[in-house]
């Protein structure tokens, strides 16, 4: 006669002290009656401790999970530790699956940053290698006495045209290219 486990009904051979499905302990006893009762009894109670152990998270709970794990540093660190932290399996998993999505939402941001980047650098150094100004090492020496604020800014188109005049000759075409109107649109103190 063979045994059956009292938690999971599974059938178990005459010597065995411990389940092999469940892990529980025989009771030991063969008797055709029992082994019914324990299948029945198994049957009706399969998925109980489950339930016990790993409660259903609320829609409010989720709810608030999503609001949490939306906020950008905290979110993602509080994902990394709902995923691995918490006993209950629908907590953890619904973290985990939020650390996923944040993932590969980082990894196809930075696909796309680094795109737009190169693209921007590229297009920048090919208009400042096409462009006479840049290649003057004069004007960076303007741009240099701008930055240390010994440089001060026309305010008024008088002062405008008299710094225009002091840049090198090499800009005579540039200035020329310069429509007249530039000089009405400076505020005057």
Not at 129 to 144: A, G, K, L, T
Not at 168 to 184: K, R, T, V
Request: aromatic letters at 12%.
């Amino acid at each position: 006669m063979s045994k059956y486990c009292v938690v999971c009904g599974a059938e178990l051979s005459d010597d065995t002290v411990y389940c092999n499905e469940c892990g529980a302990k025989t009771t030991g006893t063969d008797d055709a009656a029992d082994s019914v009762r324990n299948t029945v009894a198994a049957s009706q109670n399969y998925g109980a401790p489950a339930e016990q152990m790993y409660p259903a998270v609320s829609t409010i709970a989720f709810f608030g999970l999503i609001l949490l794990f939306s906020i950008p540093l905290i979110g993602f660190i509080a994902s990394i530790v709902l995923a691995f932290v918490p006993q209950n399996k629908n907590l953890k998993s619904f973290a985990r699956a939020a650390l996923i999505w944040m993932l590969i939402g980082m990894v196809v941001s930075g696909l796309i940053f680094w795109g737009i980047f190169i693209l921007a650098t590229e297009h920048l150094d090919a208009w400042v290698e096409n462009n006479p100004i840049f290649s003057n090492p004069e004007f960076w020496d303007i741009v240099e006495d701008y930055a240390d604020g010994s440089l001060e800014i026309p305010s008024n188109k008088e002062e405008l045209q008299g710094f225009l005049e002091t840049l090198p000759e090499d800009y005579e075409d540039y200035l020329d290219s310069i429509p007249e109107d530039i000089y009405d649109e400076i505020p005057v103190n």
